[in-house]
């Protein structure tokens, strides 16, 4: 019998491209298929019919029904996995405990944890409002329904990082890139800073530089009033998802180079038993 490359590829979901992230080509036109009119509207409609959103939305409702007191509720897993999401918090859904803090600290305090940790989680913090209504205002039913929306945003938004690296930064730097004051808003902003620092070249070691240091490495690349004008700004994102595409590209190389599943496949092509 012959044990071939599709055999092993199926057996262990080893993709033949060796990565589902797109390619530095591919990166514009699948942004332009993104932003096309319609496509998003079209793309959540999908999303809320997938079984996986819907159940994570179920759970997030039972739990916040079941959910006694605020601090309960920002301590369960289930209510986390929507709400940290939701608020642009979806690498934090892990660190229960500074997630719980920084909520609910007051964001208007310059010494609160939320400020602290820079615009996403003070906007987090503003957005979810319990630093002030507590648990009644979690149960709300319109703020409710806006954490669902945006989860479901974001799962849609997200799953279409699986065909080009980075696509869903984009589209939000796209949509808020106008709204940075300063480079420090920039900076503290998650997807903002991953986008202008992909898309200027900079490498990820400026991160144990003093912040000073990291607002002075980018405004020496990129003049901050250009974020005002929508075509710099599509500019701006189209080198980012390029620049992500070679990341994503080179990563997977690198990887698949010391990968024992690269191995297998190597052997798949050249034995026959």
């Known amino acids: 019998m012959n044990i071939t490359l599709s055999q092993v590829q199926a057996l262990f979901g080893v993709s033949s491209s060796g990565t589902a992230s797109g390619s530095a080509a591919e990166a514009i036109p699948a942004l332009r298929r993104a ?6 509207a079209k793309g959540i409609a999908r999303e809320q019919k997938d079984p996986v959103t819907i159940s994570a939305l179920a759970q997030f409702r039972t739990a916040l029904d079941k959910a006694g007191t605020i601090e309960q509720a920002l301590s369960d897993p289930r209510i986390l996995k929507v709400v940290a999401p939701a608020l642009g918090l979806a690498d934090q859904v892990g660190n229960t405990a500074l997630l719980r803090k920084a909520l609910l600290s007051d964001p208007n305090d310059p010494k609160s944890l939320a400020s602290q940790l820079g615009s996403t989680w003070q906007n987090a913090a503003k957005t979810l409002g319990v630093y002030k209504t507590g648990l009644a205002g979690l149960k709300d039913d319109k703020l409710v329904t806006t954490l669902t929306n945006a989860y479901v945003k974001y799962q849609y938004r997200s799953g279409l990082d699986e065909g080009q690296a980075g696509l869903s930064n984009a589209l939000y730097f796209l949509e808020n890139a106008a709204n940075a004051k300063d480079v420090y808003s920039i900076l503290g902003n998650t997807a903002l800073r991953e986008v202008v620092t992909t898309a200027l070249g900079l490498p990820d070691a400026i991160a144990v530089q003093s912040v000073e240091a990291q607002g002075r490495a980018v405004t020496s690349r990129l003049k901050l009033d250009s974020l ?10 189209e080198r980012y998802l390029i620049n992500a595409a070679n990341e994503a590209a080179a990563s997977a190389s690198s990887a698949s180079s010391g990968d024992p599943l690269s191995t297998i496949t190597s052997l798949a092509i050249s034995l026959r038993v």
């Open 35 to 40: 932003t096309a009119d319609g496509a998003e």
């Open 228 to 237: 005002q004008d929508p075509r710099q700004v599509r500019k701006l994102a």
